[in-house]
């Protein structure tokens, strides 16, 4: 992501909203809040804790890349958001705002009126986001009449064209059916349906897991697109560090259920969480001597025995004493918000933990 992109990013993204509010004294609703969220699972009778004390703000015309492993809990945040949480998940705390509306206040018609219109998700795995016996147009026309029930058969045919133009797909292919479009297609049509109503808020849950190179970057061309024309707030989940790197203007790493690190610059050349920087290393480096990749020892802790103090310790190369004693503070350095011990303690007395 270079400098220049972010900044126009950002000034396209101030020019907007003194645009929409005509003076400095006027307040916009940040399309999307977190306070102090945290989400748990049921397991056995205890409290899986998969998303830990989150706060986070995105802002209208911005991109929000959230980025980790498996299991750090960037899915289960997302279906948090949507009030999609299954599987014994519940949100235990926080609160959640969708265009200055609290979604779990909600009845549940009226979340139902405001999902896709407000807020809508593309799903990772877009094969399975799709009925096999409905052709895309019955899928498009399924999801206008749910939320639209009185909307008339040309208004329906000329969304679904315009949606489909949108994200470049013929027209005549609103009659296939799922199996007959590539992975590539498909995923398409899954964004296609999220945007049928244009929302001003769009979370992204892995929306190119499986697909090759050319056609991720292809698709994420049109999410920029599109995104910036109609300056949306998006949350994009991912665990592909290069992917989310290229497409989002601030970024927030998830370990443990945790926001250890929200930063506007990924690269070598920043200060970063340790966590961040084993992700940047485990990113594959073609040289002369062939493939190089310096992954990250250890795997993800067990939500029900989370270490004590800071959960990364024991996979950290930098732990010191205080690691696996107390949980670290935020703190802002450089260009990044850092949740680490080793930016706010004296590390001289560094030793294994």
């Known amino acids: 992501m270079t400098t220049d992109r972010r900044q126009n990013a950002r000034d396209a993204t101030v020019r907007v909203r003194r645009a929409e509010t005509g003076s400095a004294t006027q307040t916009m609703v940040d399309p999307l809040v977190l306070k102090n ?31 980790g492993e498996s299991g750090s809990g960037k899915s289960t945040l997302a279906f948090a958001v949507m009030r999609l949480l299954q599987g014994g998940a519940r949100l235990i705390e926080g609160e959640i705002s969708v265009l200055g ?41 399924d999801t206008l009449r749910s939320h639209d029930p009185t909307i008339s058969r040309p208004k329906i045919r000329d969304r679904i064209n315009e949606v489909l133009d949108l994200v470049n797909i013929d027209r005549q292919r609103a009659k296939s059916f799922p199996h007959e479009l590539s992975g590539g297609m ?50 994009f989940v991912s665990h592909d560090f290069s992917l989310v790197r ?56 067990d939500l029900l025995k989370l270490p004590s103090g800071c959960a990364f310790h024991p996979r950290c190369p930098d732990v010191f004493k205080p690691c696996a004693v107390s949980r670290p503070v935020s703190t802002q350095l450089d260009h990044s918000l850092i949740e680490c011990h080793k930016f706010t303690m004296n590390t001289e007395d560094h030793s294994d933990a």
Request: charged share 20%; net charge negative; no cysteine.
């Open 37 to 67: 969220v945290s989400v748990a699972y049921s397991v056995g009778g205890r409290d899986a804790v998969a998303v830990s004390n989150v706060s986070l703000t995105i802002h209208r015309g911005e991109i929000f890349g959230l980025l």
């Open 101 to 141: 509306q609290n979604v779990y206040d909600m009845e549940p018609e009226a979340l139902r009126s405001f999902r896709w219109r407000n807020i809508s998700m593309v799903f990772q795995s877009a094969m399975n986001a799709l009925n096999p016996v409905l052709t895309i147009e019955q899928h498009m026309e």
């Open 246 to 301: 290229s497409i989002a203007h601030r970024i927030a790493i998830m370990y443990a259920g945790r926001m250890v690190e929200v930063t506007d610059r990924l690269d070598h050349s920043a200060v970063h969480h340790p966590y961040t920087e084993g992700l940047m290393r485990a990113i594959p480096e073609l040289d002369a001597s062939g493939v190089t990749i310096d992954g990250i020892p250890g795997s993800p802790p």
């Open 186 to 235: 498909k995923q398409r049509v899954v964004l296609a349906i999220a945007m049928i109503f244009n929302p001003p808020v769009l979370l992204m849950d892995e929306p190119t897991t499986a697909l090759d190179v050319v056609v991720q970057r292809a698709i994420l061309d049109q999410v920029r697109t599109i995104q910036a024309d109609r300056q949306m707030a998006i949350l």
